[in-house]
């Protein structure tokens, strides 16, 4: 059965996508330039301090690399793919020597910064079925079951990662993606989904908001405490028997058969393996330098609401929200009452640079009127703290997990687009299936050695990005 065509309304994965149409063209006219900008612009990532609300709750750091190793193998990257990576290999082969490099703290990247929500499925797949319905419920069910996964992690480590499950909300501020999303939920229920369309007025019963014509609810979704699940990863990696370091950056990675990774301070570690879970700052390394595009996002938290603010706003049922436009913006609310927000207009900085301090005002500024809007009764309502952090999205949204290298000895896991919370579990589960050469559980997925759309290099990824944004805001 042909599936019913959906509107296609203006979403951030199409805006990527037509920026990479864009640049392709601009790219088709000077590939000498492309071929050339690697030698003029480096384009590092830099590395900056987790400022974020959730970092307060970042666990003490472990001490620093001190002295040349050789090991199983090492993972680069202490967020929640590298960590979760490290207690899956150590799970499946306790007999081999697992390191985690992590060149600041545990979750000094996106997985220490992002804005909570717990979501099913993976970003290009999100409310879109593919030509493959039946592999996209295995997608929905893979990642709901691994929600429960996250919530027994919890319970065995004792830390509580406020991790609640009362479902998550993506909003529609137009009738039309209303219209879209109804058809969309018919056909997932027919698959034996459980979502459920709501009109307007049950969105406005679950978070009172009047401000949307209705919303996708999956009940499987939820938020959490971004650090507290970190921490969570940490301890059953510690646990299950991985060594981590902190303060410990890699620069420098030699490809072999054993790899040879090269510290800032000049300290080498051998390793059979290798795990890049450095997301958006892989290419910091030279590999994957063309799949990921990093976007920085801005995330902001109230102080506290008292009892009577939040009974005036009627946000009853703590349930998560998103909504569906390029500038997505998204709310949680924490269970000490504070709402935190996050969203509106991607930026990208040229050759990766540093972002300017100076544009948290406006970031605020622009994250306080949307959440006026959302809620007029919370006008003038401070915002405690704001940061941002830089994600890897890829051109079309969709995730990618595999093997990678001259002797195959290298995995990575990259290209989250806003579902990492969830996904980069999941996808730490793979790794250690593949390193451990059990790739045959995983082979009917499509994120599986998944090849990513190409992303120019500079100046055209800039130019692309710069003038997709520019068209956006006069189009909106």
């Known amino acids: 059965m042909p599936l019913t065509p959906m509107r296609a309304p203006t979403t951030r994965r199409r805006f990527l996508k037509s920026a990479a149409l864009g640049g392709g063209g601009v790219l088709?006219?000077?590939?000498?330039?492309?071929?050339?900008?690697?030698?003029?612009?480096?384009?590092?990532?830099?590395?900056?301090?987790n400022e974020s609300f959730w970092a307060r709750s970042a666990a003490p750091r472990n001490p620093a690399l001190r002295q040349d190793l050789v090991v199983d193998v090492a993972i680069v990257g202490g967020g929640l793919t590298g960590l979760s990576a490290a207690y899956f290999i150590r799970k499946a082969s306790p007999g081999k020597r697992v390191i985690v490099l992590e060149a600041e703290g545990c979750g000094n990247g996106a997985s220490g910064r992002?804005?909570?929500?717990?979501?099913?499925?993976?970003?290009?797949r999100y409310l879109s079925f593919?030509?493959?319905p039946q592999r996209d419920k295995a997608i929905y069910e893979l990642?709901?079951?691994?929600?429960?996964?996250?919530?027994?992690?919890?319970?065995?480590?004792?830390?509580?990662?406020?991790?609640?499950?009362?479902?998550?909300?993506?909003?529609?501020?137009?009738?039309?993606?209303?219209?879209?999303?109804?058809?969309?939920?018919?056909?997932?229920?027919?698959?034996?989904?459980p979502?459920?369309?709501?009109?307007?007025?049950?969105?406005?019963?679950?978070?009172?908001?009047?401000?949307y014509r209705g919303g996708y609810f999956d009940p499987k979704g939820g938020q959490v405490h971004p650090m507290k699940l970190v921490r969570a990863f940490k301890f059953a990696a510690e646990r299950a028997g991985a060594v981590i370091y902190e303060n410990t950056r890699v620069e420098q990675v030699e490809e072999g058969k054993v790899h040879r990774l090269r510290t800032l301070e000049g300290l080498t570690v051998s390793a059979k393996s290798l795990v890049l879970a450095s997301n958006a700052f892989t290419p910091n390394l030279k590999f994957l330098r063309n799949s990921i595009l990093p976007l920085r996002e801005y995330v902001a938290i109230t102080r506290p609401l008292s009892d009577e603010e939040l009974a005036a706003i009627g946000w009853q049922s703590r349930v998560p929200f998103n909504d569906d436009r390029t500038e997505v913006y998204y709310f949680g609310l924490t269970r000490d009452r504070r709402i935190h927000i996050g969203g509106g207009a991607p930026r990208y900085q040229f050759n990766n640079g540093a972002a300017d301090p100076l544009r948290l005002e406006p970031e605020r500024r622009q994250l306080e009127r949307e959440l006026a809007r959302v809620f007029p009764r919370l006008a003038g309502v401070e915002l405690e703290a704001i940061w941002?952090?830089?994600?890897?999205?890829?051109?079309?949204?969709?995730?990618?997990v595999g093997r990678t290298g001259k002797h195959g000895n290298i995995f990575y896991a990259l290209g989250y687009s806003g579902h990492g919370v969830n996904l980069t579990s999941v996808f730490g589960r793979i790794i250690a299936d593949l390193e451990a050469g059990h790739e045959q559980a995983w082979t009917s997925y499509p994120f599986?050695?998944?090849?990513?759309?190409?992303?120019?290099?500079?100046?055209?990824r800039w130019a692309a990005v710069e003038t997709g944004l520019a068209w956006y805001a006069l189009t909106k």
């Open 28 to 49: 088709a006219g000077a590939a000498g330039l492309n071929a050339l900008s690697p030698r003029i612009w480096r384009e590092p990532l830099p590395l900056d301090a």
């Open 388 to 400: 941002q952090g830089v994600i890897d999205w890829s051109l079309d949204a969709s995730p990618s």
């Open 195 to 211: 979502v459920e369309y709501w009109d307007s007025r049950q969105v406005k019963a679950s978070i009172g908001s009047e401000v």
């Open 130 to 132: 593919s030509a493959d």
């Open 114 to 124: 992002n804005g909570a929500m717990v979501l099913t499925m993976t970003a290009d």
């Open 448 to 460: 599986l050695n998944a090849h990513l759309d190409y992303v120019p290099n500079e100046p055209l």
């Open 143 to 193: 990642t709901a079951d691994n929600i429960r996964s996250l919530v027994g992690l919890a319970a065995a480590t004792g830390i509580d990662c406020e991790l609640d499950t009362p479902g998550a909300l993506q909003v529609f501020n137009d009738e039309g993606a209303a219209e879209a999303a109804q058809r969309y939920v018919r056909r997932a229920r027919s698959l034996g989904m």
